[in-house]
């Protein structure tokens, strides 16, 4: 799993996006932070530093949890998980609509 210290999410939904973060602690309870991007124009990105947003160092998976201002679209976890490091890393994710109209956050090949 990649570790990373900072998760961006690049919007390419076409619509207003905007992300926060969910860690899974090792009970395997999901939890949620309090501070997210804020809303963001498509063909934009934002950056979430996870230690300055409250994620635990312990943490077992993060990922980012976003939605656009389309409620049809629903909100969705990023995938797959990377974990929290204090290394540096940005784990880079492209948020996107696809054709059947889903909302899917997905981690660079190269994050």
Known sequence: MIQAQKITVKNKTGYVFCFS???QSSDGT???TTI?????PAMQS???????IGVPGDAV?????????NPQL???????????????????????VTPK???QI??????
């Open 106 to 111: 997905t981690l660079e090949k190269n994050g």
């Open 101 to 103: 109209e889903r909302l």
């Open 61 to 69: 998976a993060v990922t980012p949890y976003g939605h656009t201002v």
């Open 36 to 40: 997210s991007s804020g809303d963001y």
């Open 21 to 23: 973060v969910q860690w």
């Open 30 to 32: 999901w939890h949620a």
């Open 74 to 96: 629903g909100h969705v976890q990023g995938t797959p998980h990377v974990t929290f490091a204090s290394n540096d890393h940005i784990a880079i994710y492209e948020a996107t």
């Open 46 to 52: 934002r950056t979430l530093t996870l230690d300055e």
